[in-house]
């Protein structure tokens, strides 16, 4: 028998005669050593420790993996794309927090090592319509592992159901004392309905480095925020490029749902390091809610990132008390390059605002806290350096720019998160 004959043979005895062996590798589809099994069925015949490779093509499948493997694209020849079941999404997992129905394409729970490469989960035709159940790419939920060089698309709902609050590309989560462990690196993440990379609630710690995470642009789909990081989760945001999240119907006097390109919402002590952030209506912003007692966005970092086009509000607003922001190159704000706001309750007090550089704003800085501490920036072409409030306006600045100034004079805008 020639090799790829007895390569074949053995790859399908591992998925009709049981649980392979921890250790061994399944590869599923129609290349060298592939089966004609479907990726489902070679993780449900895997032990602990397989590595499961896919070969290139189409899969229409939906995902559960609840048991430490890894999952592999091989990369030769194409890629190993997971779409939707001809018959569409269908739920299969519920939000721990807010009772969401999800239809996941990878469902990963209840496991600590399991690890996707080289994959693309693309979510175009899911056949879900209205807001009653939640696209969403890859799903970890109580679930620990690592997402490296993944492509994640298209996960969102038909145009005729704007407004609908859901569609993520990736989703960490964690609940009922659960934890979830999850670094994505070097993933491309677009075309999303809500957000692009998500790690929510206690017990969660996501690491998002070296990702491409783009919005759909001007949109009436959804208040988008590029990555977030949320509601008592932790975790860091590093080396990655996040654009075009844009809420196509949002303006000055709309306060509740603008887009941010990063997120912090509620969780403290979060790093947001040598970021790039362009094109949004925050850039990144750090919110403290009182309506979730006991959580806040305090003590965060902020550093070396660059932050440019801005529309409506800050390039870096901090909602939250305690966070350091240092070394950041804001471009182009239409509010301000660095806002320290009070508006979200006692907040925007005692941060460290040191050597930013700020080109062109109304307000470089805007100080709406105190005991703040603001050192060694360097201010280009802004209508003022450091102002005191919550808003600016001023003669020098274009109509649109005072229209907007002068209606958020009542307060500042928020962003809307994904719970």
């Given at each position: 028998m020639a090799l790829k004959g007895i390569v074949s043979a053995a790859a399908m005895l591992l998925l009709t005669t049981g649980p392979a062996l921890a250790g061994t590798t399944i590869v599923v589809g129609n290349c060298p050593g592939g089966t004609n099994e479907t990726i489902q069925e070679a993780i449900n015949a895997a032990s602990p420790g397989t590595l499961i490779k896919v070969c290139p093509g189409a899969y229409a499948e939906q995902l559960e993996i609840n048991k430490n493997v890894s999952l592999e694209g091989i990369a030769d020849n194409g890629a190993a794309i997971i779409v939707p079941p001809n018959t569409g999404l269908?739920?299969?997992?519920?939000?721990?927090?807010?009772?969401?129905?999800?239809?996941?394409?990878?469902?990963?729970?209840?496991?600590?090592?399991?690890?996707?490469?080289?994959?693309?989960?693309?979510?175009?035709?899911?056949?879900?319509?209205?807001?009653?159940?939640?696209?969403?790419?890859?799903?970890?939920?109580?679930?620990?592992?690592?997402?490296?060089?993944?492509?994640?698309?298209?996960?969102?709902?038909?145009?005729?159901?704007?407004?609908?609050?859901?569609?993520?590309?990736?989703?960490?989560?964690?609940?009922?004392?659960?934890?979830?462990?999850?670094?994505?690196?070097?993933?491309?993440?677009?075309?999303?309905?809500k957000n692009g990379i998500t790690g929510?609630?206690?017990?969660?710690?996501?690491?998002?480095?070296?990702?491409?995470?783009?919005?759909?642009?001007?949109?009436?789909?959804?208040?988008?925020?590029?990555?977030?990081?949320?509601?008592?989760?932790?975790?860091?945001?590093?080396?990655?490029?996040?654009?075009?999240?844009?809420?196509?119907?949002?303006?000055?006097?709309?306060?509740?749902?603008?887009a941010a390109g990063i997120l912090v919402y509620d969780s403290a002590d979060v790093k947001t390091v040598n970021n790039v952030v362009g094109n949004t209506q925050f850039g990144i912003v750090y919110v403290t809610d009182t309506s979730f007692p006991g959580l806040s966005a305090d003590g965060g970092t902020i550093a070396s990132n660059t932050v440019l086009g801005t529309s409506i509000f800050d390039g870096i607003d901090i909602c939250s008390n305690h966070n350091s922001v240092t070394h950041n190159v804001v471009y182009d704000s239409d509010e301000s390059g660095i806002h320290l706001d009070s508006s979200c309750g006692t907040t925007g007090n005692d941060n460290h605002v040191l050597r930013n550089t700020i080109n062109e704003a109304c307000a470089a800085i805007l100080d709406g806290g105190s005991g703040n501490v603001t050192s060694g920036n360097v201010f280009l072409n802004d209508v003022y350096t450091i102002l005191t409030g919550n808003t600016c306006s001023s003669p020098l600045m274009s109509s649109a720019q005072q229209a907007t100034a002068s209606v958020l004079s009542g307060g500042s805008g928020h962003p809307h998160p994904y719970r």
């Open positions: 269908a739920q299969n997992a519920t939000s721990l927090s807010s009772g969401e129905l999800i239809a996941a394409q990878i469902f990963v729970h209840d496991a600590t090592a399991v690890h996707l490469k080289n994959l693309t989960v693309d979510g175009a035709n899911n056949q879900i319509s209205g807001c009653s159940l939640d696209p969403i790419g890859i799903f970890y939920q109580n679930a620990s592992g690592t997402v490296t060089g993944v492509a994640l698309r298209n996960q969102k709902l038909a145009p005729s159901d704007a407004g609908c609050q859901g569609g993520l590309g990736l989703y960490v989560q964690s609940g009922k004392s659960g934890q979830s462990v999850v670094t994505v690196t070097d993933s491309s993440v677009h075309d999303y309905q929510n609630d206690p017990g969660t710690r996501l690491i998002a480095r070296g990702n491409l995470v783009r919005g759909q642009g001007p949109t009436n789909g959804a208040a988008e925020n590029g990555i977030q990081i949320g509601f008592g989760a932790t975790g860091l945001v590093e080396d990655n490029v996040v654009i075009d999240d844009i809420w196509a119907p949002d303006t000055s006097s709309d306060t509740g749902d603008a």
